[in-house]
């Protein structure tokens, strides 16, 4: 070819050098590289230098990938002499704005290639602690983000790699580190920077050097500093020592749980599991827990929110023994991990609650009381310049003048009145009795007000009162055959939802108690307070009793009691502004609750559970759903066969997405419960069938693949009757190959299972014949090709059952041989070839058949027919 010849290196495009072409770049890249390899043409530094001067930036990109040229191909001798001035040359290359991001990008491989080259050349050994590390230090703090993040970057995996040792992070690293926190008004990532490290670093140079760094820090005069260090708590708890834990850190956190500014103490209520991981037991029932129900009381609506999203994970550590432990991820993030080594992480809340918060903090301090909008001076003085470690917005200014020109100031004044927070009140909010939670607010009868004023208000306006009834009048009947109407689910459901009704009807800023004769009625809490969740915990630590029902059950003395109760509460705060959140944390935390109370304390929580599991947001009973098989695990058969298999019943007629929690773990949890109760679902999981959504045909995939895997559970008769001749027919007809694919599996360990009596399976077989070996669709033949297949890969029939007229199953495939469907002709062809005359029975017996086939298929007018019986020919 004469384009063979053409060089795909081009020495000179001047009109593609202002662009930077991405041809020319690899191109000049790739030639100035390989002519590192020439020394008799350059020697290693005039390269270096030649490569640092020329005026074309796509050259001077390629400075990284010449120097590991040169440590890879320059001779020992050559390079010893002259590395000292290459290396001095390119410690300034930080000085040109335009190749620091690039050249820092580039130093973990530098690094390896003078790894790799240091047995050669004795002076590679130097070359990372000497010139690259410093190069990757000096540039932390950066002002440009995209070098500082670099930096950052190739510092990390500089350490994760070993390239540095634990006497050069110490002496150089950490030194560096401390540097930048004496800058924290103008780099405040200079805190997460340090506690990222600090795994890295090891437990010695933790404590020895950077433990009494953070301890300032913690006691910071600027809140932000603390919020800051509070939230790196878990980084120094997973690394020290039990002593400096107890003497230093636990103290510290204590301390930082009572700070004046609310973000200081919601920062702790986010990072107590950590903390709590690593307490010994006697001080964390002592000191943590007494902390951490402040912290639930705590007079600020969204410490209180961060503090019950925490507050199942920070039960689950009392576990004895314990049961999870601190780890990172992939990512290099704090996780809890579970002894099977599963992540428990918190999940995301959709209210935006930080973005909230940070506006309240910069327009005022939430420690007053007295009712003003308060200035922070402090945050003038210094801001955050990296996005990513504090928003900019928590630590942004407020000018004095207020000399808003638009209307973002007026929006966000209505929002932050919409908030409510504690301490400030509104002319229409309702007063608290003595402070005491638990008061009752009644309402007064004012007689001096006229009547037609009285009825004005915003509720009552449109209302047009009904005609009075006399209840005297009424005849209820009780007749059995209306109860009879009622079927179990539904009783449970309008219990579950009677319970809460509301007990009291609010007209502007009064309020009247309704009368309620219910059994177990839960009784109004007084404080009115509702918008703000001041009802989550009421004030003396215990659950308040307009969100739970009493708590009936054994006592238990595991976890400090006020928190279960707590814990509970969170399961019934519907209506509630963020109460569904609460719940999906309480609905999300459940197993591990209940794992660490233990079966014998299930009766605490049963009644929760139930709640949670008839709760009207489909994301909280799809939490339940998901759990009932790890529950199950922890409970044992017979509490799962009684207590959770009426939800799991429920859940089969829930939404899409609250079936799949309990179709994912199908097989696990009917492998749980007890026999004779999971006789009695194999009737009722063809409700899965029915789809709220025809395009779901993944749902369809995932039930044919749990029930193959169910096969084994059940009796041959109910396999036969539910999952073959009920189930597997209408998977078989899905329009969707994947969801046939599985069906076809599914319908072979059927057989597979009733192989030892066909009678069994007789209906199955007569219908897959009648309907698919001579379907008038060619999808359906294609199936039954496909199924004789599988069948005899898995061997679930026997060859002699297989070729049986009883069967039928070898008769209609030889039958479908002379289809005029390729893909059907080819599907029999490769069932002969690889399962039926590679078995002494169809050989002995059948020969004769498959060979007229065979040969037919080898002057097929189709290629792939032909290829396909051409070795077996």
Request: one cysteine or more; glycine letters at 4%; proline letters at 4%.
């Amino acid at each position: 070819m004469a384009g063979a010849d053409i060089s795909l290196t081009y020495d000179d495009c001047p009109d593609d050098l202002t662009d930077k072409a991405f041809e020319q770049g690899d191109c000049s890249r790739s030639s100035f590289a390989e002519e590192a390899d020439d020394d008799n043409f350059f020697n290693p530094l005039e390269r270096i230098q030649q490569c640092l001067n020329s005026t074309d930036s796509i050259i001077r990109q390629c400075l990284a990938s010449l120097l590991q040229n040169i440590f890879k191909k320059t001779p020992s001798a050559i390079l010893t002499k002259e590395l000292p001035e290459i290396m001095r040359i390119l410690t300034k290359v930080t000085d040109d704005d335009f190749l620091q991001e690039n050249f820092l990008e580039k130093i973990p491989s530098i690094a390896a290639e003078a790894l790799a080259n240091s047995d050669r050349v004795e002076a590679l050994k130097d070359v990372i602690g000497d010139y690259l590390l410093p190069v990757v230090v000096r540039n932390l703090g950066w002002s440009e983000t995209g070098i500082n993040l670099a930096a950052k970057a190739v510092l990390v995996e500089m350490m994760e790699k070993g390239y540095v040792t634990q006497f050069q992070a110490e002496v150089k690293v950490c030194p560096a580190i401390l540097a930048l926190q004496n800058q924290l008004d103008v780099n405040t990532s200079a805190i997460t920077l340090m506690s990222k490290f600090i795994r890295l670093l090891g437990k010695d140079i933790a404590e020895r050097i950077l433990m009494k760094r953070f301890i300032e820090l913690c006691s910071s005069h600027l809140f932000y500093v603390r919020k800051l260090a509070a939230w790196q708590f878990g980084h120094y708890c997973a690394i020290v020592g039990s002593k400096v834990y107890e003497e230093s850190l636990l103290p510290c956190y204590l301390a930082l749980c009572e700070d004046d500014m609310w973000t200081v103490r919601k920062a702790c209520a986010e990072v107590i599991t950590f903390v709590s991981c690593v307490c010994p037991s006697e001080l964390r029932k002592s000191l943590l827990a007494p902390a951490f129900g402040k912290l639930l009381r705590d007079k600020s609506k969204w410490v209180r929110i961060s503090a019950c999203q925490t507050l199942g994970g920070f039960i689950a550590t009392f576990a004895d023994p314990p049961s999870t432990k601190i780890a990172y991820d992939i990512s290099g993030d704090l996780v809890l991990m579970n002894l099977e080594g599963d992540y428990f992480i918190q999940p995301p809340c959709k209210d935006g609650f930080s973005n909230v918060v940070t506006m309240e903090e910069a327009f005022m301090a939430s420690s007053t009381e007295d009712g003003y909008l308060h200035y922070y001076d402090d945050l003038e003085k210094g801001a955050c310049n990296e996005v990513t470690d504090l928003d900019s917005s928590e630590l942004g200014g407020r000018p004095k003048s207020c000399a808003y020109n638009s209307g973002a100031f007026v929006e966000a004044l209505v929002a932050f009145n919409d908030l409510k927070l504690d301490g400030y009140t509104t002319e229409a909010g309702c007063s608290k009795e003595n402070g005491n939670a638990n008061s009752k607010i009644e309402t007064e009868t004012k007689n001096e007000l006229d009547g037609d004023l009285l009825a004005y208000n915003q509720h009552n306006y449109w209302y047009i009162s009904p005609p009075e009834l006399d209840l005297n009048e009424l005849e209820l009947t009780t007749d059995g055959g209306d109860q009879g109407d009622l079927n179990e689910s539904s009783e449970d459901v309008v219990i579950c939802h009677a319970q809460k009704l509301p007990t009291k009807i609010e007209l502007g800023s009064d309020e009247i108690e309704l009368l309620d004769d219910r059994p177990n009625s839960v009784q109004p809490c007084s404080d009115n307070k509702g918008d703000n969740l001041d009802n989550i915990v009421s004030d003396n630590g215990n659950v308040s009793s307009s969100t739970t029902n009493e708590i009936k059950g054994p006592t238990q003395t595991i976890v400090p009691q006020y928190l279960i109760d707590s814990f509970l509460s969170m399961a019934n705060l519907s209506g509630r502004p963020h109460g569904n959140d609460m719940s999906v944390h309480c609905a999300y935390s459940m197993p591990a609750v209940i794992s660490t109370l233990g079966r014998e304390y299930w009766p605490l929580v049963k009644d929760t559970v139930r709640a949670l599991a008839c709760h009207l947001s489909y994301r909280i009973r799809r939490s339940v759903a998901s759990s009932l098989c790890p529950l199950a695990v922890i409970l044992g058969s017979e509490i799962a066969s009684e207590d959770l298999s009426p939800l799991f019943v429920d859940f089969l007629a829930d939404l899409d997405e609250v079936r799949i929690g309990v179709l994912n773990n199908l097989f696990d949890f009917l492998h749980l419960v007890t026999p004779q109760k999971r006789d009695s679902f194999a009737g009722k999981l063809g409700i899965l069938t029915r789809m709220n959504s025809i395009w779901n045909w993944r749902f369809l995939q995932t039930f044919a693949e749990q029930l193959t895997r169910c096969v084994h559970l059940f009796s041959p008769a109910d396999v036969a009757k539910w999952l073959g001749c009920m189930y597997a027919p209408s998977l078989l007809c899905e329009k969707v190959a994947e969801v046939r694919l599985a069906a076809i599996v599914l319908v072979s360990e059927v057989l597979k299972r009733t192989n030892a009596d066909l009678t069994l399976s007789a209906k199955l077989l007569t219908l897959l014949s009648k309907k698919y070996a001579h379907g008038t669709k060619w999808r359906m033949r294609q199936t039954f090709v496909l199924l004789c297949t599988e069948i005899l890969k898995r061997e679930a029939l026997s060859p002699q059952d297989f070729a049986s007229a009883e069967t039928g199953m070898l008769s209609d495939l030889l039958e479908l041989s002379w289809d005029p469907v390729v893909n059907i002709r080819l599907g029999v062809a490769n069932c002969i070839v690889k399962h039926l005359i590679t078995n002494d029975y169809f050989v002995s017996n059948h020969l004769d058949a498959l060979s007229e086939v065979l040969r037919r298929y080898e002057a097929d007018k189709e290629r792939d027919v032909r290829m396909a019986v051409v070795d077996a020919v």
